[in-house]
């Protein structure tokens, strides 16, 4: 079975956050949503728990990051060209999302960052390995 990751964040307003990402084409698991928490599709083996606050806190004894103040984490996504990139991009702008810099191209690596209306930060990226710089040697 390949493996699956599950990022939990928490929200201040649940269904603002079912809305964005459903917006920016990912899905909801009716399944393993419900008033407190919203199960985020994002592909095959890939997911996000979208916690309210008071869910988040039963997860963990420490105090929770407010995102639009300070970086939790930043949650990199692989997509198969630079145009799946800008599309997802335009989604999260036209649905309430901001970008969190400016796009870097470094040749082989294109990225974008944006952040959801809770403050956490996405960057999807498209890489073409066989233009990557070759490994250093010893």
Do not use: C
Request: hydrophobic share 40%; glycine share 4%.
């Amino acid at each position: 079975m390949a493996k699956q990751v599950f990022v939990n964040f928490a929200t201040k307003d649940l269904e603002r956050s079912k809305k964005f990402y459903s917006d920016i084409g990912w899905t909801i698991n009716p399944q393993f949503t419900d008033d407190t928490a919203a199960a985020v599709v994002i592909s095959d083996t890939i997911y996000a728990m979208i916690l309210t606050e008071a869910k988040m806190r039963e997860f963990t004894t420490k105090q929770l990051v407010d995102a639009t103040a300070s970086t939790e984490v930043l949650v990199a996504l692989s997509y198969d060209s630079r145009a799946e990139v800008d599309e997802l991009m335009d989604k999260v702008v036209a649905s309430g999302g901001s970008e969190a810099r400016p796009t870097q191209d470094l040749g082989f690596m294109y990225s974008r960052s944006f952040q959801d209306p809770d403050g956490h930060i996405w960057e999807p990226f498209y890489m073409d390995m066989t233009q990557a710089p070759p490994a250093p040697t010893n």
